[in-house]
């Protein structure tokens, strides 16, 4: 049954169901390639259908019902022998995690989720590749936009995407890992190990190490998913509020399952006090305001509460890692009651430790504005210069645009304009380039 009226299918309401759709049919059917396939046809065929007929009452189970159609359609399409072997095993859902038709009692969306988020991430993919399947299959995310934000060329991570399912589907990887590092065949989902199910055939609780790994990975793709919906990297938005709040949402539910753990714990707070400063931003135009001229009253006190909150209890009890670092530098930042009393000096003291950690190029120039702020912008102009032969960050926007505010800083008028009109010319952000040409254009009047 749909709503009464034209209700025009939205965007944004099918890019966050999608995972939980390909979440749904993964679980149920296995065949990750396949079901992905599926679902994308699901998504056009509401694109075309749901502004005529008008929104289902359930999308996401309208979704279901009819990737679950193509799916299965695909699989009866195969020959004849291969057709009653195999598609009558895919099409039982495994014990394990057995999936009631659509419209039954299911298993939440935030589970299917969290368990395609850690089926993402699996041993067997390589890091590069875990991350950036994740980023295509929970994220949302397009191949261009996921190579933007690994700073990586489109071709090479359309590769990368297409040999990581490749693997995926080699493995016959299962469905279902739990983010404590079990996946649900030792007895931890209910059964009682007698079914074969104990663990002896290999499928029990992966090594710690495994885990971790995999833990870090899942941490690192919902960071990048958050930082792509705070600054996105192209398009006429500075920001897409949809993907950051899905980032906070997902970070909301590994932080449930591994409430002692510092790193995700720290991923959260970090998420939660930078996306604080949201509203002030941008002007209504949707021009971008940089942080130092930000009403800080617009800022989302609750938000900065909660973020403290949760970054000094993990300092507290927790191993120090890099995201409570992240997150303790973005404190300093929104308890200060103005650009004038932020202490540059503890945050330069906390990148000093954050660099000691991840010796990154976006960590070293995060830690280069806060030099300047401290020792002046000729002791971070220094430190630019190894960033220029850094093939990750050479030739970035960002570290451009840091090059010329360090350069307006300096008195170098000419220079900073020069830089600013590059980085301008370096971003597909329409929001950041207009900003970067009216800093050239102030420097020349």
Same mark, same amino acid.
């Given at each position: 049954?749909?709503?009464?009226?034209?209700?025009?299918?939205?965007?944004?309401?099918?890019? *966050?169901?999608?995972?939980?759709?390909?979440?749904?049919?993964?679980?149920?059917?296995?065949?990750?390639?396949?079901?992905? #396939?599926?679902?994308? &046809?699901?998504?056009?065929?509401?694109?075309?259908?749901?502004? &005529?007929?008008?929104?289902?009452?359930?999308?996401?189970?309208?979704?279901?019902?009819?990737?679950?159609?193509?799916?299965? #359609?695909?699989?009866?399409?195969? #020959?004849?022998?291969?057709?009653?072997?195999?598609?009558?095993?895919?099409?039982?859902?495994?014990?394990?995690?057995?999936?009631?038709?659509?419209? $039954?009692?299911?298993?939440?969306?935030?589970? !299917?989720?969290?368990?395609?988020?850690?089926?993402?991430?699996?041993?067997?993919?390589?890091?590069?590749?875990?991350?950036? @399947?994740?980023? *295509?299959?929970?994220?949302?995310?397009?191949?261009?936009?996921?190579?933007?934000?690994? +700073?990586?060329?489109?071709?090479?991570?359309?590769?990368?995407?297409?040999?990581?399912?490749?693997?995926?589907?080699?493995?016959?990887?299962?469905?279902?890992?739990?983010?404590?590092?079990?996946?649900?065949? !030792?007895?931890?989902?209910?059964?009682?190990?007698?079914?074969?199910?104990?663990?002896?055939?290999?499928?029990?609780?992966?090594?710690?190490?495994?885990?971790?790994?995999?833990?870090?990975?899942?941490?690192?793709?919902?960071?990048?998913?958050?930082?792509?919906?705070?600054?996105?990297?192209?398009?006429?938005? +500075?920001?897409?509020?949809?993907?950051?709040?899905?980032?906070?949402?997902?970070?909301?539910?590994?932080?449930?399952?591994?409430?002692? !753990?510092?790193?995700?714990?720290?991923?959260?707070?970090?998420?939660? +006090?930078?996306?604080?400063?949201?509203?002030?931003?941008?002007?209504?135009?949707?021009?971008?305001?940089?942080?130092?001229?930000?009403?800080?009253?617009?800022?989302?006190?609750?938000?900065?509460?909660?973020?403290?909150?949760?970054?000094? !209890?993990?300092?507290?009890?927790?191993? +120090?890692?890099?995201?409570?670092?992240?997150?303790?530098?973005?404190?300093?930042? #929104?308890?200060?009651?103005?650009? $004038?009393?932020?202490?540059?000096?503890?945050?330069?003291?906390?990148?000093?430790?954050?660099?000691?950690?991840?010796?990154?190029?976006?960590?070293?120039?995060?830690?280069?504005?806060?030099?300047?702020?401290?020792?002046?912008?000729?002791?971070? @102009?220094?430190?630019?210069?190894?960033?220029?032969?850094?093939?990750?960050?050479?030739?970035?926007?960002?570290?451009?645009?840091?090059?010329?505010?360090?350069?307006?800083?300096?008195?170098?008028?000419?220079?900073?304009?020069?830089?600013?009109?590059?980085?301008?010319?370096?971003?597909?952000?329409?929001?950041?380039?207009?900003?970067?040409?009216?800093?050239?254009?102030?420097?020349?009047?």
């Amino acid at each position: 049954m749909t709503t009464p009226g034209p209700a025009p299918a939205s965007e944004d309401l099918l890019r *966050r169901l999608a995972p939980q759709v390909l979440g749904a049919l993964v679980r149920r059917y296995g065949h990750f390639d396949a079901a992905e #396939d599926a679902v994308q &046809e699901a998504l056009l065929a509401a694109a075309r259908q749901w502004p &005529e007929e008008g929104r289902p009452a359930n999308p996401r189970g309208w979704l279901i019902r009819v990737a679950s159609r193509r799916l299965t #359609d695909q699989l009866r399409s195969e #020959d004849a022998r291969r057709r009653r072997e195999e598609t009558a095993v895919a099409l039982t859902p495994r014990d394990e995690f057995v999936a009631p038709p659509p419209g $039954e009692g299911r298993a939440p969306a935030e589970d !299917d989720m969290l368990a395609l988020l850690f089926l993402c991430c699996r041993a067997e993919l390589p890091p590069a590749g875990r991350i950036a @399947l994740t980023l *295509r299959a929970v994220g949302g995310l397009t191949t261009a936009e996921i190579a933007r934000a690994l +700073l990586v060329p489109e071709a090479t991570m359309a590769q990368r995407i297409s040999r990581a399912k490749r693997r995926i589907k080699a493995s016959g990887a299962p469905f279902g890992i739990r983010p404590d590092g079990t996946d649900g065949t !030792d007895g931890t989902d209910g059964t009682d190990g007698t079914d074969g199910t104990d663990g002896t055939d290999g499928t029990g609780p992966e090594p710690a190490e495994d885990h971790a790994a995999r833990l870090a990975d899942v941490l690192h793709v919902l960071y990048l998913i958050f930082n792509e919906g705070y600054t996105a990297t192209s398009g006429s938005d +500075l920001q897409r509020a949809d993907l950051a709040a899905e980032a906070i949402r997902l970070t909301r539910a590994v932080h449930a399952q591994l409430p002692a !753990d510092g790193e995700v714990a720290g991923l959260l707070a970090l998420m939660l +006090l930078t996306d604080a400063r949201r509203a002030a931003r941008t002007t209504p135009d949707g021009d971008l305001i940089p942080l130092a001229e930000q009403d800080r009253t617009r800022w989302d006190r609750a938000a900065v509460t909660e973020g403290v909150a949760l970054v000094s !209890d993990a300092l507290t009890h927790a191993p +120090l890692g890099p995201y409570q670092l992240r997150a303790a530098i973005a404190a300093v930042h #929104d308890e200060a009651a103005s650009d $004038e009393d932020t202490d540059w000096t503890e945050i330069l003291a906390l990148y000093e430790v954050l660099i000691r950690l991840v010796p990154g190029p976006v960590e070293r120039l995060g830690h280069a504005v806060a030099v300047a702020m401290v020792h002046g912008p000729r002791r971070a @102009l220094a430190l630019l210069a190894d960033l220029d032969e850094d093939e990750r960050l050479a030739g970035h926007h960002r570290l451009e645009a840091v090059r010329a505010h360090l350069l307006e800083m300096a008195g170098e008028r000419a220079a900073a304009r020069a830089a600013y009109a590059k980085a301008a010319g370096l971003t597909l952000s329409v929001p950041e380039r207009r900003y970067l040409r009216f800093r050239a254009a102030r420097l020349a009047e």
